[in-house]
């Protein structure tokens, strides 16, 4: 038998003093607030007394570290699956209002469907339900917890759906720590519910993709 329902989980708040689009950049780790809601999210899946099989993260430092409060509660070792990594993108590095503000940066923003600024949507949910159809299968029993990040999981959201992958960036739902669960497997995907877990009142959330 495969799972039993897969959670795509988002990390916590991440240190970002200076605000700009972390993106893939390997040195944005979590600040003190969001080791507290990965913490609240881990406690909050305990509650649910379902069993968890398997658990999977993106390589990042970011979800990584959000992971941890979930291999102390459940005891298992995650496997590391670059698939659920955040896209590409031409911003890295950049504080977003002043990027777009540069008319040397608008040919980036021409074809915001595909997304010319980064990684093809198409990609990222091909990438992302790959890794899900992998972990349900190899998890005989039990939930699998996947924590990724914003845009692989609302575009994965939109795809199984059915909803057109083209969206504004700042209407997304998918707060962070917030957990998107699926039922059906590979061949159907449902989503069955989503929840908010953890206290973001405050948090700077201005680094996503």
């Not at 969001?34 to 430092?61: F, H, I, N, W």
């Not at 005989?140 to 059915?162: C, E, F, K, M, N």
Request: aromatic share 6%.
């Amino acid at each position: 038998m495969p799972a039993d329902r897969l959670h795509l989980v988002r990390h916590g708040e991440v240190h970002n003093p200076d605000r700009v689009l972390y993106g893939r950049l390997a040195e944005f780790r979590l600040s003190v607030e969001g080791r507290r809601m990965a913490r609240q999210t881990a406690d909050y899946m305990k509650s649910l007394e379902r069993p968890v099989g398997a658990l999977v993260c993106s390589p990042l430092q970011r979800t990584r570290e959000s992971m941890e409060p979930f291999v102390e509660i459940f005891g298992i070792e995650p496997v590391v699956d670059d698939r659920v990594i955040e896209p590409t993108n031409v911003f890295e590095g950049k504080r977003m209002k002043l990027a777009v503000a540069n008319p040397l940066n608008w040919h980036h923003l021409l074809r915001p469907s595909v997304p010319s600024w980064g990684e093809p949507y198409a990609e990222v949910v091909a990438r992302m339900r790959a890794a899900m159809a992998d972990a349900w299968t190899r998890t005989r029993h039990g939930d699998v917890i996947v924590v990724s990040h914003q845009l692989p999981i609302w575009i994965t959201h939109l795809a199984i759906a059915g909803e057109p992958l083209k969206h504004n960036p700042a209407k997304r739902r998918c707060a962070l720590s917030s957990v998107t669960s699926f039922e059906g497997g590979p061949d159907h995907w449902v989503e069955v519910g989503y929840a908010e877990p953890a206290v973001t009142a405050g948090a700077v959330d201005v680094g996503a993709v």
